[in-house]
């Protein structure tokens, strides 16, 4: 199977790479616009059975070339930052939304068996641009899916970690770093803030088994997540003895919603259950070769 990978080259995408290679004999072809350069040199990017384009998913043209012949499409590709969507909305549609139509558009023109979409747990709260967008992504899987008979999965993920986020802004690789460097961890507020914080293998599972297993209707919206709450202020402990809370909550930033995972778990045939301190101990002990 040919699996087109948008996105391929961030986060996800190259932990996600890495499981199709190692433990699939899907041919990949994955297509970024390379912005996160400090990913570039990692092994699995030279595999034999990875195809490596640069190209940005509101480029018509290219995505026309590049996604023929796949069989199924991945988009991992966003703008994925609450904040930068608050400061510059434009971009945040542009790649979100538009981004997204450009795929599942040619993906309808090569009659591509099945789409599937990262959204977000944001879509519950929606006071970012970045959530109302990707509330939107989901609804135009839905209608791709309901006008032209395309399987459309969005996989709503939440909070996810792991190897290969070192560069993300997200709060704990930020909270690497900051250890990393001998630095004091700042925590928003008094850090009681509950977030369900999901293992990146746990995220890539999830997209795997997506991409075959039987779907009992042809548009789903599944959460991948843990199903467990924990507070910002006890994962930062887990990171570092060094910590200050107190510090303002960002504009957009609101309580997360914390949902039971059993659908997913069911339908895609998963476990979802690394716990915050395995994962924070396999993220810590993961040498990411470059």
């Given at each position: 199977m040919n699996?087109?990978?948008?996105?391929?080259?961030?986060?996800?995408?190259?932990?996600?790479?890495?499981?199709?290679?190692?433990?699939?004999?899907?041919s990949v072809v994955v297509f970024d616009n390379f912005c996160m350069v400090s990913q570039m040199n990692i092994p699995v990017f030279r595999h034999k059975r990875v195809k490596v384009i640069q190209g940005d998913i509101q480029n018509s043209m290219m995505v026309k070339h590049w996604m023929?012949?796949?069989?199924?499409?991945?988009?991992?590709?966003?703008?994925?930052?609450?904040?930068?969507?608050?400061?510059?909305?434009?971009s945040d549609a542009h790649t979100n939304v538009v981004g997204l139509v450009n795929l599942?558009?040619?993906?309808?023109?090569?009659?591509?068996?099945?789409?599937?979409?990262?959204?977000?747990?944001?879509?519950?709260?929606?006071?970012?641009?970045?959530?109302?967008?990707?509330?939107m992504g989901e609804q135009y899987l839905q209608l791709f899916s309901e006008l032209y008979a395309m399987e459309t999965v969005a996989l709503r993920l939440s909070n996810v970690y792991g190897p290969y986020s070192e560069h993300k802004s997200s709060v704990i690789a930020k909270w690497m770093r900051l250890r990393d460097k001998g630095e004091v961890l700042p925590v928003f507020g008094d850090g009681s803030q509950v977030r369900d914080f999901v293992f990146v293998g746990d995220v890539v599972e999830a997209f795997v088994h997506a991409i075959d297993v039987d779907l009992p209707k042809n548009h789903m919206v599944l959460p991948v997540?843990?199903?467990?709450?924990?507070?910002?202020?006890?994962?930062?402990?887990?990171?570092?003895?060094?910590?200050?809370?107190?510090?303002?909550?960002?504009?957009?930033?609101?309580?997360?919603?914390?949902?039971?995972?059993?659908?997913?778990?069911?339908?895609?045939?998963?476990?979802l259950d690394t716990n915050i301190m395995d994962g924070l101990n396999m993220m810590k002990t993961t040498k990411v070769s470059v």
């Open positions: 699996v087109f990978v948008a996105g391929g080259h961030g986060f996800i995408g190259t932990n996600l790479v890495k499981y199709l290679t190692d433990h699939t004999d899907h023929k012949d796949c069989d199924v499409v991945i988009n991992l590709a966003a703008q994925c930052g609450v904040q930068q969507s608050i400061t510059d909305p434009v599942l558009q040619w993906a309808h023109t090569y009659k591509i068996s099945r789409f599937i979409h990262a959204s977000s747990f944001a879509v519950h709260n929606t006071r970012s641009f970045y959530a109302v967008n990707k509330k997540c843990t199903g467990v709450g924990t507070a910002v202020k006890e994962v930062a402990q887990l990171i570092s003895s060094e910590i200050v809370c107190g510090h303002e909550l960002p504009v957009g930033d609101g309580d997360a919603v914390v949902v039971d995972p059993l659908v997913t778990r069911s339908v895609l045939q998963i476990g």
